[in-house]
């Protein structure tokens, strides 16, 4: 079975520095795996994805992350956060085509509140 | 096309009553997906269609619950004898291929009363 794990409920971080904000994975083969992320009241943005090829995937907004197999971490990171970049952030991963399944699976997500 | 479209935004119903909402992907996409969302959790799988077929439904997915997609477009999830368990935010989303990010819908909030 896959699962996310998104060890902090909530993460603070002054504008202009940076975010880091953590994601882990259990799949039993390869991975595709995403970030999303929600304002209040809205439908899921998706951000950027890793499939294959290069560890470090860029994404929307300026956000970059980074995928590491050994740790089986996907930790979404941006270099100067912004008070806009306030809102809920959910990791999702499902095995690569032909496992079986189709279904993502998110994480519980991480509120990350940027502070002026 | 702007989205993924989803109707009713909100729904609020008595135990018992069945209810239905609909979803209208983007256009190109095949693969349609229905996930269910609480307070404090991320989105949960459903179902999953690839064009017409339902090719996979989760084990959340009592047999209250049923979701269609005729000639592979729009669908619809329906909620029989609703439960005030089933008040969540229902999200569909929609997708090209395997590899893509999905698009989600702005999705429907259910309220059982």
């Known amino acids: 079975a896959q699962s996310v794990a998104q060890p902090e409920d909530q993460v603070n971080v002054a504008e202009g520095n940076p975010l880091t904000v953590k994601c882990t994975y259990s799949?039993?083969?390869?991975?595709?795996l995403f970030w999303y992320v929600q304002y209040p009241n809205r439908g899921l943005q998706f951000l950027l994805k890793y499939i294959t090829g290069d560890n470090l995937v860029k994404g929307s907004y300026g956000f970059e992350a980074e995928f590491n197999k050994s740790q089986t971490s996907f930790h979404l990171k941006k270099p100067s956060a912004l008070v806009s970049d306030s809102a809920l952030y959910f990791c999702a991963v499902r095995e690569i085509p032909g496992a079986g399944s189709y279904q993502l699976t998110f994480g519980k997500g991480t509120k990350l509140s940027v502070i002026p | 096309d702007t989205g993924v479209s989803q109707d009713p935004r909100h729904k609020i119903t008595k135990r018992g009553q069945n209810v239905t909402f609909r979803c209208d992907p983007i256009s190109e996409h095949n693969r349609l997906y229905w996930y269910r969302q609480t307070l404090g959790q991320g989105p949960e799988f459903l179902t999953y269609f690839q064009n017409e077929a339902q090719l996979e439904k989760s084990r959340l997915l009592s047999d209250r619950f049923s979701a269609e997609r005729p000639k592979g477009s729009f669908s619809t999830l329906e909620i029989q004898r609703t439960e005030q368990g089933d008040s969540a935010m229902y999200l569909c989303?929609?997708?090209?291929?395997?590899?893509?990010?999905?698009?989600f819908g702005s999705g429907t909030r259910l309220t059982v009363v």
């Open positions: 989303a929609s997708s090209l291929g395997t590899g893509e990010g999905y698009t």
């Open positions: 799949v039993s083969g390869n991975p595709y």
